[in-house]
Each structure stands twice: as structure tokens, then as C-alpha cells.
């Protein structure tokens, strides 16, 4: 990681009437190759951020600077949504997958190459020609992945990519995380559900109210950040018999 790919400054989105800000004077970098995890509770800004990253809204103050290629186009960036049911455009694995690559120009056997190695890299090969909206939600949130992965993009943004996925979906999910990772992708991790993937994290942000409370080592949040008070449950605990397995406040 040797150079910054992301600049966010001073960012603020409201949404009236509300005259609370969603997001209040947000500020960080991202180097490129940096895995990145977001986390907050419900309400925290997560996806207001998100959105404005993917240039799917724009702020009402500050900046969004996403960086330059060789050849002096913005780098781009690629989002995984929570509802990856939405995100799903073709009939079939392979009509889904073929539509990025298809709608950036490529002709159709480059395209259909392109859509059968992102189809295999995220372990869907030999499913090409099943309906896509009859995967389960695993395979449907790494469909969701493939079709991103065909355009390529520089910056891959995971949107709460555990919600209603069972553990081999979990499972499924972290290992195209992981594998990314070693590619030296730059990738965004929006989630509440920190036991789940912070192990892969380089760094963890986190969000309250619309504001950043931390930015800085995994390692350091577990041991010394307040996560509990930010409404986030502390994945450090101990688990030894079944009177234990109730997420209950203590007190």
C-alpha cells in the first residue's frame, strides 16, 4: 500500500426536514491495495457514506476524491449491495455476469471469457446456466460480487455483505473477501458484524451519529475502544456452554 486511492474531506449530508446530519464532518484516506472495514450501528452513516462513494448521491459539503489511471480516468468503483437480489439483471449465472463487461464494450466472446472466470473465481462455476434468482442468498450475494468483479473496478464496496446469510454463506463470502485481499484489491467493508471479517481488515473506521469515534488498528479497538457504547457488540467474548449463547447486556 504506497499510495492514497480514496480522499474523503470534510463531508456532510443531511436530509431535511431532519436537521440532524447523517454524516458530520467525515475525513479519511484509503491507500490502495487496503482492506477496510466501516462499522456503526444502525443509523450510524454507514450507507449515506457508502452511497456518496459510489457516486450514487452527492454531498451537501466537502469532498470525494477518487483517483487517477495511467491514462487519467477516475478510477472506478464497484458496490455489492445488502439486497443482492436487486443487483441481479440477467435470466441466467451467465446472462448476469455477462452484462457489465457487454455494456463496456466488449464484443461477445471477450465478454463471455471475462464473465466465466469471475463466474469461477467466486466458486459459482458449473452453475452458469441456472436461473440466477433461484441461488441461494449466499450465491446470490456472490453473484452479486462476480458481476462487479467483470468490470473491473479499483474499489470494491461490500454493503452489510453478512445480512441473512447463513454460515456457508458467510463462509463463501470471506473467502472471495480473502482472495481479493491477496490481489491487493482496495475494498470497503460496511458492518456491524465485526467477528465476522475483522480479522481480514488492515484498519477499522467507525461510525456514531455521523461521525468518525475511531480510525486505526483492529488489534487497538478490540482492547481499548469503547465499541459497546458505540453500539457495537465486542466479538472478544467466551463462549462455553449454552447459558452463554444469549446476547443479553449483562447488567
Known sequence: MTDTILEVTDIYRIFPPSTVPALDGVSFSVQRGECLVI????GSGKSVL??????????????????????????????????????????TVL?????GPENRG?????AEEIARTCICRVGLAGKEQLPAR???GGEKRRLAVAGILAIDPSIIIFDEPYANLDWDGVV?????????????????????ELEKVLALAHRL????????????????ALSEAPLKSW?????????RQASDLLWMDET
Do not use: W
Open 39 to 42: 462499522s456503526g450501528a444502525n
Open 50 to 91: 457508502m452511497h456518496l462513494i459510489a457516486n450514487l448521491d452527492r454531498c451537501d459539503r466537502g469532498s470525494i476524491t477518487i483517483a487517477r489511471d495511467a491514462q487519467g480516468r477516475e478510477e472506478t468503483v464497484g458496490l455489492v449491495f445488502q439486497d443482492a437480489q436487486a443487483q441481479i439483471l440477467g435470466d
Open 95 to 99: 446472462e448476469d455476469v455477462l452484462f
Open 106 to 110: 466488449k464484443n461477445a466472446q471477450e
Open 134 to 136: 433461484s441461488l441461494s
Open 172 to 192: 463463501g463470502i470471506n473467502r472471495v473477501i480473502r482472495d481479493l485481499k491477496k490481489e491487493g484489491r482496495t475494498i470497503l467493508i460496511l458492518t456491524h
Open 205 to 220: 473506521i467507525v461510525l456514531v451519529s455521523g461521525k468518525i469515534v475511531y480510525n486505526g488498528a483492529p488489534d487497538t
Open 231 to 239: 453500539g457495537i457488540r465486542s466479538p472478544i467474548g467466551s463462549y
